[in-house]
């Protein structure tokens, strides 16, 4: 795995995930464990401050690795959104990619501030589909059955203009507007710490599942 393979050559692991706008795809994870890090959209970053905070997460792991989790549309301080190129997808939005290369690169040229004048390596990866490749788990097996399920039950009573949700628990519908009038963004003073680089892991009592999301 890549999580080996960083612990094995002693290195930084800098993974490159979905969100163009928004960081739920890396905050969910890191809050999960699979990272230490992660910059988001919302906030953009100093590479100075994750390149040594990086280095301390590494010196406080036995396998001396760190891992720093990238949304897509993260940007540096001072910097902009990066793309691979020209083409656009078919809402008309140009590709994003690279940021990921460019942390990776940057990290490994100011590590050595950080690490007794040494270089730290870096695992660069941009994951993209291969994050949606895993097994199903039994949410992941059960939630979609039943949204179908209720899905043709609305077309069978000839309602139209709605979609099926989680709410409160339970599953329901409302009205597609819902997620076409407005964009959602992690909530960043309730959730994200801006000086380190990752989720508030506290405050949990009555949140809604997956945390960060709505009700």
Known sequence: SLRTAAGSHERFLVLEVFGRYAGFTAMLPTLAGAAHRCVIPEVPFNINKLAELLTEDRNLN???YSIVLVSEGATFEGGQMMFEGQEKDAFGHAKLGGIGDEVSDALKRVSPKFNNGKPVNVINQKLGYLVRCG????????????????????????IDGR?????????????VEVVT???????????????????????????????????
């Open 62 to 64: 036995p396998s001396k």
């Open 135 to 158: 097994d199903p788990d039994f949410i992941d097996s059960v939630v979609p059955t039943a949204y179908g399920n209720l899905a043709l039950d609305l077309i069978l009573s000839g």
């Open 163 to 175: 979609m099926v949700v989680l709410k409160n628990g339970r599953y329901d519908h409302v009205p």
């Open 181 to 215: 009038e407005t964009k959602k963004f992690v909530n960043v003073d309730k959730f994200y710490n801006t000086e380190k680089y990752h989720p508030y892991y506290k405050n949990f009592e009555m949140l809604p599942l997956f945390i960060m999301t709505n009700d």
